[in-house]
């Protein structure tokens, strides 16, 4: 039976993977390239990483059952010289959060969502997100663990309806030939795989 036992991560160690691969990404963006756009129409580099700031913020907030601003999204590469450290810090303290006991029960947010649904969505950001800078800026992508591509196949499976119907994924992308899991996790969001 052991054989056919299938592994259950907490998402603060999976945000922990995603961190790992994610930190070197947002320290590696160059300042010439703040401007560049990115598989994202509506973000450049600049708005991607506020935007992203602003994820991992706001889904500490929602680990320990307060309230989230979603609103104005704030300025953090134009406020913060050291925005890359602290945008680092930030992720770290999101991984903390989504990693203290009891944290996935029960629910979390206006909406009343399942809290591990909500911690896989701040993993979905905190891996596409990066994906998406790792393309806008030149860097290789890491890559994706294969523990936190299988809880966000199950997210995106999840989110699609209401994030499509929201404006949160584009138009579902055909995967090209030959598309790995991941490439093809990305073409459910609506992000072309093979961005250039």
């Known amino acids: 039976m052991d054989a056919f036992k299938v592994e259950t991560y907490g998402i603060g160690e999976l945000l922990d993977r995603a961190c790992e691969r994610a930190v070197p990404v947002v320290r590696g963006v ?26 991992v913020v706001q889904f500490q907030r929602l680990a320990v059952r307060e309230g989230a601003d979603f609103g104005e999204t704030p300025d953090l590469v134009g406020s913060d010289p050291a925005w890359r450290e602290r945008l680092a810090e930030e ?14 029960d029960g629910t979390t947010g206006a909406m009343g969502m399942p809290a591990r649904l909500v911690g896989a969505m701040v993993l979905l950001d905190l891996t596409v997100h990066v994906w998406d800078l790792a393309r806008a800026t030149g860097q290789e992508f890491p890559g994706c663990d294969e523990a936190v591509l299988a809880e966000l196949a199950g997210a995106v499976e999840t ?20 598309a790995t899991a991941f490439e093809r996790l990305l073409a459910r969001t609506g992000r072309d795989p093979r961005w250039e």
């Open 91 to 104: 992720a770290r303290r999101a991984v903390a959060a989504w990693s203290v006991p009891g944290v996935e």
């Open 30 to 55: 160059q300042d010439g390239a703040l401007g560049a756009r990115t598989p994202c129409a509506e973000y450049d580099v600049t708005a991607l990483v506020n935007h992203l700031f602003q994820v």
């Open 159 to 178: 989110l699609e309806p209401t994030a499509r119907a929201m404006g949160a994924f584009g138009e579902p992308v055909p995967a090209p030939e030959g």
